[in-house]
T-cell receptor, first 116, second 109 residues
């Protein structure tokens, strides 16, 4: 089956620092990767869509300079939370899709970010 | 963009009863409708999906129905078991995938 690996699973950082989260598709090439944010007891909110080799498309209200997304290869996408603040604390989860629209997503295991 | 609404937000049933969760979507271009089960702190797990050229799909105790005209789709779980307790999300996708708000299902033994 398709496996998506996400690291780290948990990170605690100080305000003002940057945190990088990696998302890798281990056994397939992901043409598209999605980054979601989930607050406790809430739904998965799409932050951005990234296609390999091109700039990410951000959802309205998501600051692209704060949440830097790099999809440098067909198996790796990274999300960097820059100058983190306590309100950035959340569960971040990536997902990857093999083909075009209408294909199932495979999720990473998520990253719980806590900003002190 | 796509907007997915999901009801109810919470659902409690007795073991053995059926559970039904309903979703509506706004974008007629959406052509893929998965359902995910998520346990606390874990990744969502795909439990069943349906494409727009199909009206109904069943997998053991789980079934999904789709009404393209009305733009709604439903998840049906029969003979519920305590281990079915979790949060369930519907989603709709054309290119991007958008999720409903989720339904917290509790199955009482």
């Amino acid at each position: 089956g398709a496996v998506v690996s996400q690291h780290p699973s948990r990170v605690i950082c100080k305000s003002g620092t940057s945190v990088k989260i990696e998302c890798r598709s281990l056994d397939f090439q992901a043409t598209t990767m999605f980054w979601y944010r989930q607050f406790p007891k809430q739904s998965l909110m799409l932050m951005a869509t990234s296609n390999e080799g091109s700039k990410a498309t951000y959802e309205q209200g998501v600051e692209k300079d704060k949440f830097l997304i790099n999809h440098a290869s067909l198996t790796l996408s990274t999300l960097t939370v820059t100058s983190a603040h306590p309100e950035d604390s959340s569960f971040y989860i990536c997902s990857a899709r093999r083909g075009t629209g209408g294909e199932k997503l495979f999720f990473g295991s998520g990253t719980q970010l806590s900003v002190l | 963009g796509e907007n997915v609404e999901q009801h109810p937000s919470t659902l409690s049933v007795q073991e053995g009863d059926s559970a039904v969760i309903k979703c509506t979507y706004s974008d007629s271009a959406s052509n893929y409708f998965p359902w995910y089960k998520q346990e606390l702190g874990k990744r969502p797990q795909l439990i069943i999906d349906i494409r727009s050229n199909v009206g109904e799909k069943k997998d053991q105790r789980i079934a999904v129905t789709l009404n393209k005209t009305a733009k709604h789709f439903s998840l049906h779980i029969t003979e519920t078991q305590p281990e079915d307790s979790a949060v369930y999300f519907c989603a709709a996708s054309d290119n991007d995938m958008r999720f409903g708000a989720g339904t917290r299902l509790t199955v009482k033994p």
